[in-house]
C-alpha cells in the first residue's frame, strides 16, 4: 500500500471542513509553537499533551503515543519498527551487548505459513516477477453455482483481496481454529526442532529465536522468524555451538520440525480437527560457520522485513484496538470476509466449552499471541533499546540547553519540575492531518536511508526530536 492510500484510509479523505481546519492552524499566531511541538514529538499522530512546570514557568509539550500500528499513528509505529529493527539485527550482526560473532553461528530466516481453508482472491507473479491471474482452475463452478475460478489481475488495492471466491465452500471453522491454535502451533514446532538437533546433534546447543507474527491479506497469521543456533552455556552472552553445524542443516531441520508439527483441537459436533502448518515453509540461510552466506547484508535485510511487518495489524481489517461486542458485529465497517470470520469466533465460542473466551479477542480475530516475541539470550530487549534512546535523548537535550545557556542546565534534575496530562490527540483533524503527512515525509527519508544499508545510527535517526517523558503505549 502506498503512503496516500493508507493516508487517505487512515485519515478519512479530506473534506471542506479539515480543509478549513488546516488553513486555521496554518495562518494563526501560534502556527510557530504548535508546530515546534508537533516536531519535538516526532510528528506524533495522537500526542499525548503534556503541561510542565518548573522554576522557568509553564510550557505546553507533546509526547508520543508510541502505538506500534501504523494505522493509529505512522510517526510512533516507525519508531517501534526501529526498534524491532535492532532487536533483530543485533542478534545477526551483534551490538554493543551482542558480540559481533553471533554473525558466524548457524542461523536461517523461516516463514512458517498457514494452510489453504479455499480459495481466495489474491495477486500473483511468476518467477519473473510477472503477474498472473487471479485463480484459474478446471471447474467453471463451485455446488453453490458460484463461479470456482477468478481470470483476474487484481490491483494491489482491489477490495476483494483475501475474499473467498465462495463464502459457503470456504472453511470459516478450520481458518479460525487456526488463528486460535497458532501459539500452540509455534510452541510445538520449537520444541520439535530442540527435540531434532538433540536427536541429530547431541546435547549443548540452544535455540534462539525471534518472530513477528505478520496478518495476511486473508486474515490468517504467517510467522516469520530468525532462528540461531547457541552454545547452551549458562551465562547470558551467545557463543558458537561447539558443533559445528551447517546453516543448510538447520535449514534442513525448521523444515522438518514444521512439517511433522500438528495439533488435534477440538472442533464443533464433537470432532476433533489436526492443526497444521502449510505446506509452504520458506527458509533462508543467513549465517553459518563455513562463511558462505554474506551475512551481514542479509541481516541487515531480514531485519528490515520483520521491522516492517510489526507495523501492519488487524486495523488494516478495518477493526478498533479494542474489544468488540458480539452485537456489533453486523454494523461494523469491514469486508463480508471478516465479518463471517467474527461470527464463527462467537458460534465456536457459544458451543464450545473451551472456546468460550474466544468472544473476548473478536478485535484480534482471536489470535491471542504478541506480535514480536523473543527467546531469552536472542539479542538486546525493547526495553534496552528504550533506555538507550532515553539516555541519548537527555544528553542531547542538555547538550541543546548548554549551547542555549539555559539557567535549566543548572537545575538539571527533575526535581523541581512537574508534570500535567491535559489530553490526547490533536485538537482536529486538519491539525492531524498537517502532522501525519510531516511524519510520513520524514519516514520517506529514514526507509531511503536504511535501504542504502546506512546503519550508523538508526537510533538517532528514528528518534528525530523525540521527547519520551512516559505516558502513551
Ligand atoms: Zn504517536
Ligand atoms: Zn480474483
Ligand atoms: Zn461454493
Redesign the pocket.
Given at each position: 500500500m502506498s503512503h496516500t492510500a493508507r493516508t487517505s484510509s487512515a485519515f478519512g479523505g479530506m473534506g471542506p471542513e479539515m480543509i478549513g481546519q488546516v488553513l486555521t492552524r496554518a495562518s494563526s499566531s501560534t502556527y510557530p509553537a504548535w508546530w515546534a511541538r508537533v516536531t519535538a514529538s516526532g510528528y506524533?499522530?495522537?500526542?499525548i499533551h503534556l503541561t510542565r512546570q518548573d522554576t522557568a514557568g509553564t510550557s505546553l509539550i507533546y509526547a508520543?503515543?508510541?502505538?506500534r500500528r501504523t494505522a493509529?499513528?505512522p510517526?510512533?509505529s516507525d519508531l517501534y519498527a526501529g526498534d524491532t529493527w535492532h532487536l533483530v539485527h543485533a542478534g545477526l550482526g551483534g551490538s554493543d551487548t551482542v558480540p559481533a560473532t553471533v554473525a558466524d553461528h548457524p542461523a536461517v530466516f523461516a516463514t512458517l505459513t498457514a494452510p489453504g481453508f479455499g480459495a481466495v482472491h489474491s495477486t500473483r507473479a511468476d518467477e519473473t516477477g510477472a503477474s498472473r491471474p487471479c485463480h484459474l482452475g478446471p471447474a467453471r463452478t463451485c455446488r453453490h453455482r458460484r463461479a470456482a475460478s477468478c481470470a483476474l489481475v487484481h490491483r494491489d488495492d482491489d477490495e476483494r483481496l483475501g475474499q473467498p471466491l465462495c463464502a459457503d465452500c470456504y472453511d470459516y471453522t478450520g481458518h479460525v481454529l487456526t488463528i486460535w491454535h497458532t501459539p500452540a502451533l509455534w510452541d510445538r514446532f520449537t520444541r520439535t526442532l530442540r527435540r531434532l538437533l538433540r536427536a541429530e546433534h547431541g546435547a549443548g546447543i540452544r535455540v534462539s529465536f525471534v518472530k513477528v507474527v505478520e496478518m495476511q491479506t486473508r486474515i490468517i497469521p504467517h510467522i516469520h522468524s530468525v532462528i540461531r543456533l547457541d552454545a547452551a552455556t549458562r551465562t547470558g552472552t551467545p557463543t558458537p555451538p561447539a558443533k559445528a553445524i551447517s546453516g543448510e542443516q538447520l535449514s534442513v531441520l525448521v523444515q522438518r520440525a514444521a512439517a511433522s508439527v500438528h495439533l488435534d483441537v477440538l472442533a464443533p459436533g464433537g470432532e476433533v480437527r489436526t492443526l497444521r502448518f502449510g505446506n509452504q515453509i520458506d527458509t533462508q540461510i543467513l549465517a553459518d560457520t563455513t562463511g558462505a552466506t554474506d551475512s551481514a547484508v542479509l541481516g541487515r535485510k531480514v531485519a528490515g522485513y520483520l521491522a516492517k511487518y510489526v507495523t501492519k495489524s488487524v486495523a488494516d481489517a478495518g477493526l478498533a484496538p479494542h474489544r468488540i461486542n458480539p452485537a456489533a458485529i453486523d454494523h461494523l465497517a469491514v469486508s463480508d470476509h471478516v465479518r463471517t470470520l467474527l461470527h464463527t469466533i462467537v458460534n465456536l465460542s457459544e458451543e464450545i466449552p473451551e472456546y468460550a473466551a474466544m468472544v473476548t479477542w473478536l478485535h484480534t480475530l482471536g489470535y491471542r499471541g504478541h506480535i514480536t516475541t523473543k527467546s531469552r539470550r536472542y539479542s538486546t530487549t525493547m526495553g534496552a533499546l528504550r533506555a538507550v534512546r532515553a539516555a541519548y535523548e537527555q544528553a542531547a537535550a542538555a547538550r541543546h540547553r548548554s549551547i542555549r545557556g539555559d539557567a535549566e542546565t543548572e537545575s538539571g534534575d527533575a526535581a523541581d519540575t512537574e508534570w500535567a496530562f491535559t489530553r490526547a490527540g490533536h485538537k482536529s483533524a486538519g491539525e492531524r492531518y498537517l502532522a501525519v503527512t510531516a511524519a510520513l515525509k520524514h519516514r520517506e527519508g529514514l526507509w531511503a536511508a536504511r535501504q542504502l544499508g546506512d546503519t550508523s545510527s538508526p537510533l538517532v535517526q528514528f528518534t528525530h526530536g523525540d521527547t519520551d517523558v512516559g505516558g502513551?503505549r
Open positions: 506524533c499522530a495522537h500526542p508520543r503515543c508510541k502505538n493509529v499513528c510517526s510512533c502513551g
